[in-house]
Nanobody, 120 residues
């Protein structure tokens, strides 16, 4: 059973960098065919896909966030990390990490989510 767990600061000041880590257990982030994804949900809004890192290490980003976003991984720790620079209050959201499988629509494993608030 794959499990994902987000961790990181719950409060970030405007103009600073948001950094979250997803720790994966029960499966390797280098296993063939899987994509490790970050998704967020702002208050009162729907889910927003941020980007992912593939089992190969290749990354993909939402065009609207690409200029401020970086996703990386630590294969030894079996973790992947999200960074968003120059945050504003509009980046306040519940952030989820998840696993997508090639050929399957939508993530089939999710973390529980972590609230990040951008405020001075």
């Amino acid at each position: 059973q794959v499990q994902l767990q987000e961790s990181g600061p719950g409060l970030v000041k405007p103009s600073q960098t948001l950094s979250l880590t997803c720790t994966v257990s029960g499966g390797s982030i280098t296993s063939n065919g899987y994509y490790w994804t970050w998704i967020r949900q702002p208050p009162g809004k729907g889910l927003e896909w941020i980007g992912n890192i593939a089992y190969t290490g290749t990354t993909s980003y939402s065009p609207s966030l690409k200029s401020r976003t970086s996703i990386s991984r630590d294969t030894f720790k079996n973790q992947f990390t999200l960074q968003i620079t120059s945050v504003t209050p509009e980046d306040t959201a519940v952030y989820f990490c998840a696993r997508d499988s090639r050929g399957v629509p939508g993530p089939n494993y999710w973390g529980q989510g972590t609230q990040v608030t951008v405020s001075s």
